[in-house]
Every structure is written in C-alpha cells, then in structure tokens.
C-alpha cells in the first residue's frame, strides 16, 4: 500500500498519537538515564573544531587549507588564514574536496580484475595477497627483462615515492609524467635551453605594465595566489594582450586581443621581436651584459615582417605593430608569461624559446613587473631511495633523439616499444595517480601497450578511466588523509614584505575503509621484490620530519604554528644571475635550429575545424569528474562553434551533436553547441576531461564528450619528445 503522506496528514498523524500517549510516558525523569541533547542545526559550527595542515591537491596549485571536523568527518574547507600565499580564498575545486574525500564511489578495497583488462570484473582481496601479486608479478618481470621490462606512469606527490623507488633503486628508465610530456616540459626544457633556468609561472603580474599572454586561460585555470596576481596588475592599471584564437576568460578583458590562426604564434613573436631590433626599440642595455648571439639570432629573423606574420598568423599587421610598440613603451617592466599547458601543435620547443628570447630582448628579467624568479626556503632535506646498480639507458639516449627530453623518458618511445618489442620488450605496468586514457594521445595505442603486459597494477583514489586495464588495483588515500609533501614559496606579491612559507601536508582525517598511503605501499612491494633493505623511511611522518630537520623543524612545531611556518624573505629583485641564450650553439651541434625558428602546422582541411580543449573553471580535467558539487555546476563540454560557420552547417544553440575526426574516429558519446563569434571559424572549442568511460564512475560516466578519444594522429616536439596535442580535425555531426 502506497502511503501518501503530506505535511498536513503527517502533522494530523503527530498530534493523534501525541495525544494517546499518557502524560506519565512523555515526560523524561531523571532516572529513565535519557539525558537531552541541544539542537545543533545542519549546517552551524557549533561542536567543530580546526584541522590545521592541509594541502590542497584539487589541482597541482596546492593552496594551504584548514578543514572543520565535527564527530570525526570533515564537513568544511577554507583557506588557510595564516597563508602567505592564497591566503583565506580557495576556488570552486578546492572547496569540493569534501566531495572527493566522501565520493560513494571512491576506491575502498584491494581488488583483483577476474575479467580482461578494459572490462573488468573485480573480486574484492586482502592487502596481503594484493601486495604479493604485485611484488611477485613485477619481480618476474625484473628478473626475466631486467629493470627495462617495468614502465611506469606517475602523477601527483602521491606517485612521487614509489616513482623514485621505480627509477632509482629498481633502475628502470620508462617513467613518463604526463605533466611533463602532455603539459609543460616543452616549456621548461625550452627556457632551460635558453636562460638555464625553468619558469614555473614566475611572472610579476601584480606589478607589472603589460601582461602579454599566448593561449593562457587565466580565470578560467584558476590557480588561487595566480590569479590574485593577475587581477591585483589589472587593478593596478596593467595593460593585458592576449594571443588567442578564442575569446576567453582572459581575452575579455584584454586591451588587444589577437584572434591568431592557431599554430602560428612563433611566426607572431618572430615579427614582435624583427620590429623592436629594426626600430631600436629593444633593450639594448640589457641584451649587450646578458645576451649571447643577438647579432645572429637578429639577423636570422629578419625576413618575418610584420606583413609576412601578418599573412601566416592571419591578423592585421598594424595590430603586431602595436602589441610591439606597446611592449617597448613599456620595457622592461613587461610580463611575457611563459605559459604551462604548452604540449600544442609539435613545434612548440621553438614558441617556448621565442618566449624567452622575447623577454630578454624587452631586458624584463628579474625586474619589477617581468620574469622574477621567487626566493623561497631553502635547506629541506632530500630524502629518497638510493641508486641501485644497474641502471638501463634511455631510450631516447639510446636512440639519440630527443636531447631536450623533460625527465623521464618521453611517452611514444615508451609504447611504441612495449608494442614492438624492439629494441626490448616492456612487460610489467605500474599506473599510480594518472590516467593515460584522458592524458595521452592515442588512446588505442595506450590500449595495445597495456594488452601485451604480463602485468598491469594501478593506484589511484577514484575508478578512473585507466584502472579498467589493471589487474590488481589498490585503494589510495587521498590528499585530505595523509601526510606526503612539503609546499614553500614567499607571498603571493613579489613586492609585499618579503616573506617565506613552509607547509608540510598534514592530514585531516584518518583514511577510511582499507584505503593506504604510498609509502606502506611501495615499502611492503620492495621488501617482496628484495628490495627491503633500501627502504629509506617507513612512515609518512618520518619522511617529512627528515626533511624539516634541514631547517630545523617538525611537523608538531608547525603544527603548533597553524599549519604554516612563516619566516623572513628576500628581496626577489635584481641580482641577475643568467645569460640569455638568443644563439644556442648546443642546439646547433644536436641539428636543431639555433634561434628560435617558426615550423608551420597542417591547416584544417576543408570540411573540418581544428580540435582545440581547456580548462573548466570548475573543474581539474577528468580528475574531478565524479565530484558532485561540481558535476552539478558543469556536467559537460558544449563545443563552441563560431555563428558564422554554425549557420552555414545549420546549427543552432543547443543542438545536440557528436564529432568525428579527420581518421574517421567518431565520438562514443555526444554534447551540445555553443554558438559564439568568440572563436574562429577554423577551429572548434570544448572543455578537457569530460566522458569519462568508466560505469564505476556514476556520476562522470558517459557526461559529455572524451576529447582525447579524438586526438588521433600524434605529433612529436622533435626537441622533447613531447607531444602536440592540437593537430587534429574534426566534424560535427547532428544527432535528431
């Protein structure tokens, strides 16, 4: 019988059964032992207390955080007050953790996969016996191909350990960190090459006259003491240019916005820089104490007028004109930001250098306002495992390609060994925290390399895409239930009262269900792969506590601090220690161009748009796609189509659509249309990481379309090994 049960009945229901209740019945003496309790409304801090200690992990930014614990669970996270850096402020993500950390979903037991890899079928298992799976498989492994049999693919602080565990004392070279070879290696290596240091994001925006930013999304990556730079410059009267083929969050505040063709940046920056040097209007001061081969770098760049740019990037060329003379009226006090998700088109290497070299020829190192290295902490203490004996080479040493590889071994070089067996077979697989399916181009290549294992284990909070390929899958904790990693920088404005933070990651809660951190993982498999006796540490604690004794600290003494140690600082200012490499003869000897070099891409062939992808605002590319707070707020990736090209294809603002791509690879799933003039009509836009593939996933199954799935046809940095991800084309297909 269906009960139909209104306010109304239910309150006429109360008051009936109130009143055939005795009096005598109702009334609590004080011997029933019934002691009454104080309402404590849904929603109140009355009875919480502060965890102090926390790290945020929602994304790589790592904003110091404090969580509200009330009987044992996190119920709120905020800004960390004491911080330096983001100060009281975490983003849409960071305040979400408490999703992740309660998701249904999550990873809670050791599982065994008695089905095949990409449709599994999991049997619930001891820790005991996974971790004997997984120390006698991968020792198998060592002991039939040695070291290079073992490919592993780390992400986050959480793979750190094992990683090093992997590589240094196991000795294999195939690690590939998909930030690195899908995201901003390129940029490191190239500014490497050219000034001989890494950028990080280290722009003065706060301070600066003009921020000059290339495909840079800023307000839409959100990056907490990032973005509190940016807007303080815009506040500050900052002139903002920005180089996109999309109207941006970041371009809709711009004071020039350059709708480029996409690929074609170097050949812009080239036509910036020939124009200074021929007006003299560079910083010539700067270049004659610092730079090294301007002479030929200038000459070698002399045939990009700002009339041919013009043509090939496909602007007008009074508008490079004035993003040149706005960047010379204001030098040096100009912020060329280097970007981060740089892994575009394939020659990449060269726009990274042009960035760079832009920079120095502007003399805008280490000054107000341009590119200034932070002064953080220093004196932690490296903890890790020891070298072992026997170390493979690389094999991009071995097959002398790639000089500029970022660390690791670039991903191809990887799968297409393990798929061949030549020059070696690679046999055993340990995923920890990322999830090649989404990150990596190719995916069936991704699949072919996992099917031909005789081994595959993962790692990882969530039933992403890739734990469908593992055979033993282990339950990790997450960012908000362990300790792992120390954060240090200075405060977030460069020209505040110089200061210096220090942060160890500290848990909030204690993990729940079977769940464990890495270093019990990593430890338990080494002593069953013999390799027992290098353990370096055997708790999370102690790790860090060996690391803060370098600065003479402890995790209680911060703790006891509020989460974070905050010590004087250091002017960040001058003190100029760098040559700027605008002639790379090293480059010269490995057959790459010496100066910065445009290398044209394929253009969109008729019929179809360039896939272009980003960021949500609210999301972490596919790592936050079972959140439910943020799934509520963004479930998918409308691709935006320009108005004009939408009315010849005859599609309007939400049709629903599915794409295919230039190899004729269709969309498992769909999304709708985005009608915007803001984007070209070469081109199409959606967001990263939706369509998630796993059923596991209940809530970022199937939502919107897996961009990745049609990123097909590859393209190699050739300096880095690095890929391109933006050279394929796609279709829209209607869907009644």
């Known amino acids: 019988m269906a009960m139909n049960l209104t306010r109304r009945n239910f309150l006429k229901a109360a008051s009936i059964a109130a009143a055939s209740v005795p009096l005598s019945k109702v009334a609590a003496k004080a011997e ?29 930014w790592r904003c110091q955080l404090v969580g509200k614990i009330r009987d044992g669970r996190l119920i709120k996270l905020e800004g960390n007050p004491k911080s330096i850096d983001n100060g009281v402020s975490i983003c849409a993500r960071g305040n979400a953790g408490v999703k992740l950390l309660y998701d249904p979903d999550r990873l809670k037991y050791p599982l065994k996969n008695v089905g095949k890899r990409g449709a599994p079928k999991w049997q619930r298992i001891s820790w005991e016996e996974a971790l004997d799976t997984c120390g006698t498989k991968l020792k198998a492994v060592l002991d039939k191909y040695g070291p290079k049999g073992i490919a592993m693919f780390p992400h986050g602080s959480t793979a750190t350990y094992p990683m ?77 240019v920005v180089v996109d083929p999309r109207y941006s969050a970041s371009a809709a505040k711009s004071d020039i916005w350059v709708q480029i063709r996409p690929g074609t940046d170097t050949a812009f920056l080239l036509a910036i820089m020939n124009y200074l040097i021929e007006n003299e209007k560079y910083n010539a001061e700067f270049v004659e104490e610092y730079g090294v081969g301007f002479n030929k770098m200038a000459a070698g760049i002399k045939e990009w007028t700002l009339e041919k740019a013009a043509a090939e990037c496909d602007i007008p060329a009074a508008q490079i004109k004035e993003v040149a003379e706005l960047l010379a009226a204001n030098m040096p006090n100009v912020a060329i930001h280097p970007g981060r998700h740089v892994s575009w088109y394939g020659n990449d290497f060269q726009r990274q250098r042009a960035l760079a070299c832009l920079t120095g020829v502007l003399g805008a190192f280490g000054v107000k306002g341009g590119f200034v290295p932070p002064k953080g902490p220093k004196g932690l203490v490296k903890v890790g495992w020891p070298k072992g004996e026997h170390h493979d080479e690389s094999l991009h040493s071995m097959n002398d390609v790639h000089q500029y590889s970022p660390p690791g071994t670039p991903t191809d070089l990887i799968r297409d060994t393990a798929i061949t067996g030549d020059p070696y077979p690679i046999k055993g697989c340990v995923i920890w925290g990322q999830n090649p399916i989404q990150t990596i181009p190719n995916q069936e290549k991704t699949i072919k390399m996992l099917e031909q294992m005789d081994f595959v284990m993962c790692v990882d909070v969530m039933p992403t895409d890739i734990t469908m390929f593992a055979d033993i899958l282990l339950p990790d904790t997450s960012y908000l239930e362990r300790y792992d990693m120390i954060k240090t920088g200075t405060q977030w404005d460069f020209a505040a009262e110089h200061q210096q933070y220090i942060a160890p990651r500290m848990p909030l809660v204690a993990p729940g269900f079977e769940r464990r951190e ?52 250091k002017d960040p200012y001058g003190d100029l220690e760098l040559e700027v490499l605008f ?3 090293d480059l010269e000897d490995n057959d790459f161009p010496a100066i910065p070099t445009y290398i044209p891409v394929e253009r969109a062939p008729e ?6 992808y980003g960021r949500s605002p609210v999301h972490t590319f596919n790592r936050s796609q079972n959140n439910a707070w943020l799934m509520a707020e963004n479930d998918s990736n409308p691709v935006w189509v320009n108005d004009t090209l939408a009315a010849k294809l005859g599609l309007k603002e939400g049709d629903t659509v599915s794409l295919v791509n230039q190899d004729g690879i269709k969309s498992r799933t769909t999304t709708t249309v985005k009608v915007t003039p803001g984007i070209r009509q070469d081109c199409v836009y959606m967001y990263h990481g939706f369509g998630s593939m796993n059923p596991e996933l209940t809530l970022g199954y199937n939502k919107g379309v897996d961009d990745t799935s049609l990123i097909t046809k590859l393209a190699v940095d050739p300096e880095t090994g690095a890929h391109g991800m933006r050279n394929n084309f796609v279709k829209l297909i209607k869907v009644s």
Do not use: W
């Open 32 to 60: 029933s032992g019934v002691v009454k309790t104080p309402l404590v409304a849904p929603g109140s801090f009355k009875n919480t207390q502060t965890a102090v200690g926390g790290v945020c992990e929602m994304c790589f």
């Open 164 to 240: 090093h565990f992997f590589e240094h004392t196991v000795g294999t070279p195939n690690v590939s960190e998909a930030s690195f070879f899908q995201c901003r290696g390129i940029r490191d290596t190239a500014y490497l090459a050219t000034i001989g240091i890494p950028p990080a994001e280290n722009v003065d925006m706060s301070n600066t006259k003009v921020l000059f930013l290339i495909g840079n999304h800023i307000g839409e990556n959100i990056h907490v003491s990032h973005v509190k730079r940016y807007l303080k410059g815009l506040e500050n009267g900052a002139k903002l």
């Open 518 to 569: 890495s270093i019990f993982i990593t430890n338990e498999i080494a002593k069953r792969m013999g390799f027992g006796d290098k353990i370096p540490v055997q708790t999370q604690e102690e790790l860090i506590n060996k690391r803060l004794a370098g600065v003479n600290l402890s995790i209680d003494q911060i703790k006891a601090e509020g989460g974070i140690h905050i010590q004087p600082g």
């Open 583 to 585: 002639y790379n003869e």
């Open 607 to 612: 019929g179809y748009m360039r896939l272009l």
